[in-house]
């Protein structure tokens, strides 16, 4: 069964906001962008929505979705769809989690899940231009 993941791209000053996965979860000491599965029934949109509010404690406005991508880990099968999110609050780190606003050339030298890889090239590709 594939796990449907919602992650927020969220830009501030030509920086990112990532966050650090915590000790005893999947893929833990991996930068990522924030978000989390979503639950049975619900949309993507209110998992991110719900995701943001408690790793974050922060409200944004949804907007577009830039990219998905599907990867296939030895243990499990994830489905990832990022959104363009703007923040209405600052986000305030909820589960002790390691969070910082990483400019593009950071993203590649941080080490992120094998899903994120083609995001993060786009991200790169598109400062190019």
């Known amino acids: 069964m594939t796990i449907i993941v919602a992650a927020a791209i969220i830009e501030r000053d030509g920086r990112f906001l990532v966050t650090k996965r915590p000790a005893g979860v999947h893929l833990e000491g991996y930068w990522e962008f924030p978000g ?4 049975p029934g619900e949309s993507i949109a209110a998992c991110l929505s719900r995701e943001l509010r408690e790793e974050l404690d922060l409200e944004a406005e949804i907007g577009e979705e830039l990219f998905t991508t599907a990867h296939v880990y030895p243990d499990r099968a994830v489905e990832l769809h990022f959104f363009a999110c703007v923040p209405l609050n600052a986000p305030r780190p909820q589960l002790r989690q390691e969070m910082r606003w990483a400019a593009p050339e950071e993203l ?13 090239e786009m991200l790169l590709r598109s400062r190019l231009v």
């Open 36 to 39: 989390g599965k979503c639950e």
């Open 108 to 120: 590649a030298s941080l080490r992120f899940p094998p899903a994120d890889a083609a995001l993060i």
